[in-house]
């Protein structure tokens, strides 16, 4: 219910579950309830909405869905609702035998969460005006029947913004008192009707991770000649991208069971059922024993190709598997991760908007944009972009871990400074606990709650947290950079540079900020042309730890007039940084074996830092 907050806000309509607001009788939920106190007007009612569904092309659901749908509002309007369970549902809809085990068989599970899918785009399109809704929960295969109300006449959003100091919901100051009192007291009608919604962030996001419209993709199922070989592999492939491609929450991919099941795959009509902006189509070629796959993204409206790669291997036991898997991710990687094709094909576009117009899943690839370049007058733009997402899209994880990690950049890259800057720690960490509650499957939050222990000095949590994202979601390469120059800066050099490199590899537009580690390696190794090599890589203009590193390694190659004029640089930019530098480096975990190299690469530069850094023991 929850999740649909953008009908609500957009002034459509608020449809309260079976209560007198609406045309409905009110009733109490209690265990086992049935639907047999309902009066025979409202049962039709019902009934109407279903045949109004089934008859309606605006809903994409196969025949099986829609056999399940009529069972199991059939069964609840005849005051079976207790017999709706998994077993009877596979054995009486789906024809599976009396041997069938849930555990091992997840038809009921997979069939049910297309069903919830069709319904949720049946009502944003052809069932929008409908008078009655039909919901099956996240969790139950048992049915809810809502009803429409009249439109509100008050300011329609529900704008209950975060308020960063203490992290609790507070009405809006523009919602008039009338309207977030009706707004509370349907809160708590549904919280009576449906009380499994009393952990109604997690349970909304189940239902569908976030009102905001991210990018929807479907994969068609990759073609293939007629051997046995090529037709697996197409099919692992199909699967494997699905499964890589959900991976990432910023944007809404459709399952294996939408992929294969009987409903046109036409580009134009996929777009007009389901929404889709882009399609995954991909095909695989056999002869003796080797395989070339070409596999392309296409924008859905148009048919316009966006991006293609040809991957080739062998067929052999051996090597199959594992070239599966390498040409899922990076498909996968390639179309989904910050940077790649999907953000190349949009920000020219949203770039373009006054940032007033954005939506919240377009101010996260702003910031994305902001983040990899680190310009600091973007700062405020991205941070009211980001605040405003979450006062609209208050289940919306992506933008709590964007903004958090906002701020964790902020105090980053601010230190050492005279910039007037807000110490952001605390609520950077309270942000990307926020996404974390709200979407525990993000590897996002996990990166935004990695970032912000950082400089809180929980270097164990924010590792711990590293590893259970990169779990979530291997090809999460911010995450992996990320982790690794952090490993680097606590002294863990191999690890973190393997990981490092593995993230370029992966993602080469990742932001120049990861390319000082890669620097500060090659300066505390004596390589000082591959430190310069790495440094003059970096095109970050408002970060003076790029005119750090130039100032030591010049110093370093006797180049004193290079040397010299990056010191000049760092005091132009930051005129207590000799004061503040060390004090700086240590709020931000660097290994005290950097700070000596730093303090000892600068005074060769002509820079001394005041404060003497800790001798270890």
Not at 231 to 249: C, E, H, P
Not at 279 to 289: F, Y
Request: charged residues 20%; contains cysteine; aromatic residues 8%.
């Amino acid at each position: 219910m929850f999740a649909r907050q953008a009908d609500f806000r957009h002034g459509t309509r608020y449809r309260p579950v079976l209560r007198s607001f609406g045309v409905f009788p009110a009733f109490s939920a209690t265990p086992g309830l049935t639907m047999s106190n309902l009066n025979e007007g409202t049962q039709e009612q019902i009934r109407n909405a279903l045949a109004r569904i089934l008859s309606s092309e605006g809903f994409s659901a196969s025949a099986r869905n829609r056999r399940l749908l009529e069972y199991v509002v059939g069964e609840t309007l005849a005051g079976r609702s207790d017999r709706i369970k998994a077993y009877t549902l596979a054995t009486v809809v789906f024809e599976r035998g009396p041997d069938f085990d849930p555990q091992l068989d997840p038809v009921v599970r997979l069939e049910a969460s297309r069903l919830r899918k069709a319904l949720e785009h049946y009502y944003l399109t052809a069932g929008k005006d409908d008078p009655v809704r039909i919901d099956i929960p996240k969790g139950s295969y048992i049915p809810v029947f809502e009803a429409a109300a009249v439109p509100l006449a008050a300011e329609p959003a529900p704008a209950m913004p975060r308020d960063r100091r203490g992290w609790g919901w507070q009405p809006s100051s523009r919602m008039p008192a009338m309207a977030a009192a009706v707004i509370a007291a349907l809160v708590v009608a549904v919280l009576i009707v449906r009380p499994e919604l009393a952990g109604w962030r997690s349970t909304a996001l189940q239902e569908s991770g976030t009102p905001e419209r991210r990018p929807a993709i479907f994969v068609l199922p990759f073609e293939s000649g007629a051997d046995a070989s090529g037709s697996n592999l197409a099919y692992g492939l199909t699967v494997g991208v699905i499964s890589d491609l959900a991976r990432f929450k910023n944007i809404l991919v459709y399952g294996a069971e939408t992929t294969y099941d009987d409903r046109s795959h036409a580009p134009a009509e996929l777009n007009k059922t389901l929404g889709i902006d882009y399609i995954v189509a991909g095909k695989v070629d056999t002869a003796g024993e080797r395989f070339r796959s070409i596999i392309s993204l296409i924008e859905a409206k148009s048919g316009r190709y966006v991006w293609s790669v040809r991957s080739d291997g062998s067929l052999s036991a051996s090597e199959i598997f594992h070239r599966q898997e390498e040409i899922a991710g990076l498909v996968a990687r390639s179309i989904a991760q910050p940077y790649g094709v999907l953000f190349n094909d949009q920000i020219k576009e949203i770039k373009a908007k006054p940032p007033e117009h954005l939506t919240s899943y377009e101010c996260v690839v702003v910031t994305e944009l902001y983040r990899r370049e680190q310009t600091v007058g973007d700062f405020p733009i991205a941070h009211a972009c980001l605040a405003r997402a979450l006062r609209d899209d208050p289940f919306y994880s992506q933008a709590y871990s964007t903004l958090s990690l906002l701020y964790s950049d902020e105090y980053r890259i601010a230190f050492g400074t005279d910039r007037t800057r807000q110490d952001n720690r605390l609520p950077a960490l309270g942000l990307a606990q926020e996404a974390m509650k709200i979407d525990p499957n993000s590897s996002n939050a996990f990166l935004a709650l990695h970032a912000a222990y950082w400089p809180l000095n929980k270097t164990a949590e924010s590792f711990a947290a590293a590893e259970q994202g990169l779990a979530l979601n291997p090809n999460n390469t911010q995450l992996r950079a990320g982790y690794g120059a952090r490993l680097c800066l606590h002294g863990e050099w191999d690890r973190g540079l393997a990981m490092l490199h593995e993230a370029f590899a992966m993602n080469p537009a990742l932001s120049d900020a990861y390319r000082y580690i890669l620097s500060l390696d090659h300066y505390r190794s004596g390589d000082y042309d591959g430190a310069l090599l790495e440094v003059s890589q970096i095109n970050l203009p408002d970060d003076v730890f790029t005119q750090v590193l130039l100032a030591m390694v010049n110093g370093a190659l006797n180049d004193r007039s290079a040397a010299q004029q990056a010191v000049q640089r760092i005091q132009a930019m930051a005129p207590d940084f000799s004061a503040r530098a060390i004090e700086g480096f240590r709020a931000n975990n660097f290994d005290e074996e950097i700070i000596d190299d730093i303090v000892q690469g600068l005074a060769r530069a002509g820079l001394e830092l005041r404060s003497p850094p800790i001798t270890t023991q």
